[in-house]
């Protein structure tokens, strides 16, 4: 119990393991959505402490992980103009396009640049009336109220050289998706946890009355996630299947109202495609009609863009629970966070990233006994 | 970059009809939208987002959160930027 040693209170960890234990009288497989979540869960090696049986499998809740390729290859060719600088977040530039990433255009002479928040991208175009800004914004429901409070002030003020490419995802959806799904192993989820700091938990009960699947809402530290797992496992022995909420420390049953109203004010829901997953209905938000004028898909006519994935990548089995990042014959090899084949390798909230960050030292030794 | 990180406010003023601060983030402030949480004010801790406080929490779950992102080595990603002076 290595691990145990490094929690803030291991004693308390110590408990809810054993506890698990005690409770767990059969498998059962829960999944995590949020990629940050999937980091912790690595970190602290909660996966190599639960009782047998009880498996975790890691979700789509990576935004950029499952930003479509041809949204990618869009932004790539938005950038590639010479009248355009293009923004967006860190992780965004290393995901492979059909062809380039963003960071190669940016290291031929491409205008390219990180930011770590929507508002600053707005700073730079009021600054920079020469330039055709567009901000590349992807995100799940905790993102999108901040991209949404950028397009917002832009039209309040006028700014004529400020556009966005907007591919937003939702979680219900997906969850949903996952649970349709004939190959679906999942009994029980760990909810994302700042996702409903914006949205609440009220539309998780729609997913529970449909399927009778069992959701928690958790946090994003290891005793969190130990936490929202010993629910799982309790509502799953005891039958019951309801939303119980573990991350009262931040989130609401209601959610964040005026983020939400931000949000339905600049953004609809819109049918939308998941690298990986395929096109899932109404997972999406688009720039209302209103606002339609800062819509960078419209102005710079990419919106005919299409483009195949790449077949060698297992990503869409791993974000959709059904294999781990180790199960992939490129894993630490041919795919690596230097030299990404999927999306997954590439943010630090990827579960390939993550298993490559903590997992690969263990693979090789285990390798080497044989 | 979906990560969340707590911060305290230092500052909060109306920026372009916008509520915004400065927060800290252990050794780094960046600016920080304070509009989707009015019942925060100075010296308060808030979970911050891209640029903008999602909740507030005590001083107490900001520091326990933000020292677990620090040892994932989570944190100079998430607050990377081309754009900010700070």
Not at chain 1, 138 to 166: D, H, I
Not at chain 1, 326 to 348: H, I, K, Q, W
Request: hydrophobic share 40%; proline share 5%; with cysteine.
């Amino acid at each position: 119990m290595k691990y145990l040693d490094e929690y803030r209170d291991s004693n308390i960890a110590r408990g809810i393991v054993a506890e698990l234990g005690r409770r767990a009288t059969r498998p059962w497989v829960l999944m995590e959505i949020c990629g940050g979540q999937t980091h912790t869960l690595m970190r602290y090696g909660i996966d190599e402490l639960l009782p047998a049986g009880i498996e975790l499998v890691h979700g789509p809740g990576c935004p950029v992980c499952v930003t479509s390729l041809e949204t990618i290859d869009k932004a790539i060719e938005i950038a590639l103009r010479p009248d355009v600088t293009l923004i967006s977040y860190g992780d965004m530039l290393r995901v492979p396009g059909s062809r380039i990433d963003l960071f190669h255009v940016k290291a031929n002479g491409g205008d390219v640049r990180v930011v770590y928040s929507p508002t600053e991208a707005l700073k730079f175009a009021r600054m920079n009336p020469s330039r055709k800004v567009v901000f590349f914004a992807v995100g799940f429901e905790t993102t999108a109220p901040a991209n949404a409070m950028a397009v917002w002030q832009a039209k309040r003020e006028g700014l004529k050289n400020f556009s966005m490419l907007a591919s937003h995802v939702l979680v219900p959806p997906a969850i949903r998706a996952l649970l349709s799904s004939s190959r679906n192993r999942v009994q029980g989820f760990i909810g994302p946890g700042h996702v409903c700091t914006i949205m609440g938990y009220r539309e998780y009960e729609d997913l529970i009355r449909e399927f009778h699947v069992p959701i928690v809402v958790g946090g994003f530290e290891p005793l969190d996630l130990l936490e929202a797992i010993l629910m799982l496992v309790t509502q799953l022995e005891e039958g019951r299947a309801v939303v119980e909420n573990q991350y009262v420390r931040s989130v609401t049953y209601e959610g964040n109202p005026l983020a939400q109203k931000v949000l339905a004010e600049v953004f609809e829901v819109c049918d939308r495609k998941w690298r990986g997953i395929g096109g899932i209905p109404e997972s999406g938000l688009n720039l209302r009609q209103e606002y339609a004028e800062f819509d960078a898909d419209r102005i710079f006519g990419t919106e005919g863009v299409t483009a195949d994935e790449p077949a060698e990548c297992i990503s869409a089995e791993v974000l959709q629970g059904l294999k781990k990042p180790t199960d992939c014959s490129a894993f630490g090899t041919r795919c690596t966070p230097e030299n990404p084949l999927g999306a997954p390798m590439v943010s630090s909230e990827g579960a390939c990233a993550a298993y490559y960050q903590y997992r690969r030292h263990g693979m090789v030794a285990a390798k080497d006994i044989h | 970059m979906c990560l969340a990180i707590p911060g305290k406010i230092l500052s909060s003023a109306l920026e372009n009809g916008i509520r915004v601060g400065r927060v800290q983030f252990g050794g780094i402030t960046r600016q920080t939208c304070l509009d989707f949480v009015p019942e925060a004010s100075v010296g308060d801790y808030v979970i911050v987002h891209v640029g903008f406080a999602i909740s507030r929490v005590d001083r107490a779950e900001a520091e326990r959160s933000y020292e677990a992102l620090e040892s994932m080595g989570l944190l100079k990603g998430e607050l990377e930027s081309d754009l900010e002076d700070s």
